[in-house]
């Protein structure tokens, strides 16, 4: 019997589409230290009668389903019923690459200590063309708080269990962002360790949530009010360090164009004074 190193947990509400996949994303990986939690809202569209038949096959897929207020608190219930040390969440949309649960449980090993362990994420559209790679490769508290350095996508992360115990459970208010309100909370409380490595796919798909948010820029300005939030608890040093990154990031770019035209010019005019 493998012991149970990573729990992969998917929280699904009448996404019969999608499941099958994201299950046998998880099968594919051919990982014996993993177990998939699948928390199920109590779906109504054949959603349940898919995960059924996969975890009659296959001993580590677990399952529940009943009503809940949400994602967030489905995710919270997979969390409780995890019996690995790390987790990692499958949104049914999204998938793992190739052989990521074994890398990663390498990674894990061999570096005790790890408490937030990030890889790259691929974000692709519906078409299935790759729009950008995630490469949240700074980690110092002020990048991540500062906005630009996050991962977007838990496909690309995996943290230690325990870390809940400290910092709570995702917010069950929040039905929108509770992924980076969660990465910003536990970046003030641990640190967070990068690999160059593509682990994560992120499918960016019409009526998805995070699809109708970035339409409106709602995803934007609920993005800008959690960093102001966390920001505002950090202390008075990491503060001045976010603050001062951000305007290294706005203003680098015009006072190297700044400099180059001046050395340009120079240029230029001894270019003159030679002919």
Known sequence: MHRIFISIIIPVYNNVSYISKAIENYIAQS?????????????EDGTVEVIKHYASLNN????????????????NRGIRLAQGK???????????????????IQQLENRPGISFL???????????????????SKTKVWHVLSGYHFPVNPTAYFYLKSIH?????YNEENHFNMDLEFILKTRLFCSFTYVDEDWGNFRML????????????????????????FQKEATMYI????????????????????FRRIRDKIKFEFAKKLN
Request: glycine residues 8%.
């Open 118 to 136: 990030v890889g790259n994420c691929h974000v692709w559209d519906q078409f299935g063309d790759l729009i950008y790679i995630n490469r949240p």
């Open 31 to 43: 990982c014996s230290q993993a177990e998939l939690i699948v928390v199920d809202g109590g779906s």
């Open 206 to 229: 019409p009526n998805t949530k995070t699809f109708t948010e970035m339409e409106g820029d709602l995803l934007g300005i609920r993005k800008q009010k959690l960093l102001k939030k």
């Open 60 to 75: 580590s897929i677990r399952w529940i389903s009943e009503k809940d207020n949400g994602q967030s608190q489905a995710m």
């Open 239 to 258: 503060r001045l360090r976010v603050f001062m990154y951000q305007l290294e990031r706005v203003y680098s770019p015009k006072i190297s164009y700044f």
């Open 165 to 169: 115990t400290a910092v709570g459970e």
């Open 86 to 104: 790390y987790i990692s969440f499958l949104n049914v949309d999204d998938f793992y690459s190739p052989g990521v649960l074994n890398k990663v």
